[in-house]
């Protein structure tokens, strides 16, 4: 079963001891193997996108090449990262060239300030559905370790435009793969209209959170009505209503969201 | 003694019934609260005569009793019933005896597999046992065939098929007939040169052996290229089935090796991806046919053949039909193995059409890329183990079907014994974007008659009944019944963990029930 979408080998911003420059192998294959498999959520030139950005000094989840071998080999299941498919040594190799050469790229560094961020993020009510190191409405995504597993160009669409940005699920809940806070509108028998995001789902029966996070379950067989409405978000948007440096010191903040508790 | 060992015999009429003899299996019509073999009949038709339940009272099924397995790992298992026991398999190659009464444990019996053992290309299942006389068979992942005392447990003798270093091994229910027990082996994603074997029940001595791929000289080797049939693949990792009025069994096997690059085995690749029609007395293979030649997406061909009669242009033939997990229905003449029709029964985007001798043209475009390729079907195939089912009372044949897309990926390929063997891969497309359905199909043709949609792309096999039912699960926990007639859903229980597994039925003191399994138990359903 190759299931599983997000790729999640961590990275850390913090500076670290640059990569030993040991590979003088050609990066070229490596990039090609790199660009079928594994830019769909690390992004092109693995500047990180649904999953982390790799172009880092050092990976936490693989601070050495033979780490990294292994998190390529095995995957990290419980995080949403699959193994995409079996290797060979040399290909293996090859990938581990490529992605290793990638911290030796410029950075690319978020140009916002976190503390600013930060502000921003209490001045936008993000807290009344989001929670951070424990604290905050349990709505929408907890985003304590959200630095941790998305990029900086995810993050920023995440807030701007948010219904282009759904998460696809990389829990098993409701699945791998699945759109995550899918907004699901619901005409019951009797005529009450439900508006809210799915929560689990199967052939016969779907359950849902309304905007108050009340929980609704639901027979399918008892509906009038079921509207997935794929290409929505509940949440609001914010493009236009923050300045570019607003959007980069959000960006710089969730970024800084790292917790490891 | 001698007396009182008559005068026992005499006072328990089941023993005189005890022996699951090979004419018991080919009637196995005849006593439909039993289940002799993998799939129901040496037709496989995965139809149960049974008709207590029915699409009137299916509403009020209720668990009876739940099995739970010891072992982690994914239960794929197909229950055989006979005489009062249930026989089901445990991951990774477990045999359990259940008082299907109760549901209490008669014996289990546990091979010692290496900790070093070699499982490349699924993961470590067992798919279920087979019964003859009074013995039990079963496959085991480290490649051996072990004969158990049907009563005890206790092993009458064990062989290993092939070497597990190479990658051989065994999930798959063997198949069992008057003198012979039938076993296919896995391991093409390991590049091994598949085979199936005849053993003697009584001695496990082997009888014939019947390879895949043909070497230099055989027919068909010159669909190969230099020592590329060594390491050819063709496993026959699933269950058959058998004519006894023709005395032939026909076998599905799969991929070439390696699976997602061809660039060095040009050619058909025979007998990959093919059917092929044995005879059980030596092995020697009347015919073949195949749907898929040079495979480059891992569409294996060990799909349930399913046999029947039907009338195709106003004659009436003997036929089989499979749900192919490259997405098309064939049906042949099953005396000839003549083509008579193919027709799409799932999405896919790889062939033109299928010709009148049954050869696929391909599309431009779709093979395994460096940078990956989107088609359809998926990695794991429109169908894949999980068995259909064909009514008699209906014609319909009842299919499981995965609509799904992969990006395929071609590797490079590099060889050593005992590793894996395959040159790329796949990322399936999966979430919203895939869907499945169980599809009611015009057997002789392949027509859709009805679907019931699910939610995500099924790894359940079907079982169709008198009752005018079809049963099936989903990955999402849900077991369910459908009218056979209609597809109209009429009875659903969420059972807590993925379904994937064969459902089955039988009785007891007068009783039907329906068995399935899903997550880490086994449940049976009946009647309150």
């Known amino acids: 079963m190759m299931l599983g979408i997000l790729l999640i080998v961590v990275s850390i911003a913090a500076p670290g001891p640059a990569a030993p420059q040991t590979s003088t192998m050609d990066t070229a294959p490596g990039k090609k193997l ?15 996108d649904e999953g982390p950005s790799l172009n880092h000094p050092t990976l936490t989840r693989a601070p050495d090449a033979d780490a990294l071998r292994a998190v390529i080999r095995d995957g990290i299941p419980d995080r949403g990262m699959p193994r995409v498919r ?8 090859q990938l581990v060239a490529y992605v290793r050469s990638l911290g030796r790229t410029a950075t690319a560094a978020t140009r916002g300030n976190a503390e600013r961020g930060r502000v921003i993020y209490d ?11 424990g604290q905050g409405g349990s709505f929408g995504p907890d985003l304590s370790e959200i630095g941790v597993s ?53 052939p016969f029966t779907i359950q849902l959170r309304d905007v108050g996070n009340r929980l609704h379950s639901f027979r399918k067989s008892d509906l009038k009505d079921l509207e997935k409405e794929f290409g929505k978000s509940l949440m609001p948007g914010f493009r236009g209503r923050l300045t570019d440096a607003e959007v980069e010191d959000l960006v710089a903040y969730l970024s800084s969201l790292r917790d490891a508790r | 003694m001698r007396l009182a060992l008559l005068f026992a015999i005499a006072l328990s009429p089941l023993n005189l019934f005890a022996q699951v003899a090979p004419p018991r299996i080919a009637a196995a019509e005849s006593e439909p609260a039993n289940w002799l073999t993998y799939s129901g009949n040496y037709q496989s038709h995965r139809f149960s005569p049974l008709k207590q339940i029915t699409r009137e009272n299916v509403a009020r099924l209720t668990p009876a009793w739940i099995y739970q397995v010891r072992r982690t790992g994914i239960v794929e298992t197909s229950p055989i019933v006979a005489d009062g026991v249930m026989y089901i398999t445990e991951p990774p190659s477990t045999v359990t005896a259940l008082d299907v009464r109760s549901g209490r444990p008669l014996w289990t019996y546990s091979p010692t597999i290496p900790t070093d053992v070699i499982v490349i290309g699924s993961p470590p299942v067992n798919r279920g046992v087979a019964i003859l006389d009074d013995t039990v068979f079963v496959g085991t992942v480290h490649g051996h065939l072990i004969a158990l005392d049907a009563k005890s447990g206790a092993v009458r003798w064990n062989i290993a098929v092939d070497d597990n270093k190479f990658g051989y091994y065994v999930t798959s ?28 029940p009584k001695t496990g001595a082997r009888v014939w052996r019947t390879h895949t791929i043909p070497a230099p000289g055989e027919a068909g080797a010159d669909t190969w290229s230099g020592d590329s049939w060594k390491t050819g693949g063709g496993s026959a990792w699933l269950t058959g089935s058998y004519d006894p009025a023709l005395n032939l069994v026909y076998w599905g096997t799969g991929n070439p090796g390696p699976d997602w690059n061809g660039d060095l085995r040009p050619g058909d690749n025979l007998y990959t991806c093919s059917l092929i029609a044995l005879s059980p007395v030596d092995g020697k293979m009347k015919w073949h046919f195949q749907f898929t030649p040079h495979d480059i997406h891992d569409w294996d061909a060990n799909e349930i053949p399913v046999l029947f009669d039907g009338t195709i242009n106003g004659r009436a033939r003997k036929l089989v039909a499979m749900a192919n997990r490259n997405a098309f229905y064939y049906v042949l003449d099953r005396e000839t193995g003549e083509f008579l029709s193919a027709l799409p029964y799932a ?72 590793e894996a063997f395959v040159a790329g891969g796949g990322r399936a497309v999966n979430g919203d974007d895939a869907w499945g359905a169980v599809r009611a199909l015009e057997s002789t043709t392949g027509k859709l008659k009805w679907e019931f949609k699910l939610l995500t792309p099924p790894m359940s096999g079907v079982l169709s009944t008198a009752g005018g039912l079809v049963f099936g699960g989903t990955d999402e926990g849900n077991f369910f019944a459908l009218d056979a007639e209609t597809g109209r859903p009429l009875w659903d229980l969420q059972l807590g963990g993925a379904v994937r597994a064969n459902p089955m039925s039988f009785a007891v003191d007068g009783k039907q029930y329906v068995a399935i399994a899903a997550g880490y138990s086994l449940f049976v359903f009946g009647l309150p």
């Open chain 1, 150 to 202: 998305r990029g900086a160009a995810y993050l920023r669409q995440s807030f701007l435009g948010p219904a282009e940005a759904l998460p696809r699920g990389s829990s098993p809940v409701p699945g791998r793969g699945f759109t995550e806070y899918l907004p699901v509108r619901i005409v019951t028998a009797d005529g009450r209209e439900v508006r809210g995001v799915r929560i689990n789902e199967d």
């Open chain 2, 347 to 418: 999405k896919q985007t790889w062939a033109e059409r299928i010709d009148a001798k049954g050869r696929p043209i391909r599309r431009p475009d779709t093979a395994p890329t460096l940078e990956g390729t989107l088609v359809f079907p998926n990695i794991q195939g429109a169908s894949n183990w999980p068995s259909p089912s064909y009514s008699p009372q209906t014609k319909l044949f009842y299919q499981a079907t995965r609509e799904m897309g992969t990006y395929f990926f071609k590797g490079e390929p590099s060889y050593k014994p005992g």
């Open chain 1, 34 to 48: 790199f660009d079928g498999m594994c830019a769909r959520c690390h992004g092109i030139d693995g500047t990180g």
């Open chain 1, 86 to 93: 079996r290797l060979t040594e040399n290909e293996l190799d």
């Open chain 2, 173 to 200: 229910a063997p198949l069992a007939l008057a003198g012979r027990i039938i076993v296919g082996v896995s391991g093409a994603e390991a590049g091994i040169r598949g085979f199936l074997d005849a053993y003697d």
């Open chain 1, 123 to 133: 001045k936008l009510a993000c807290a009344s559905c989001h929670i951070v190191s």
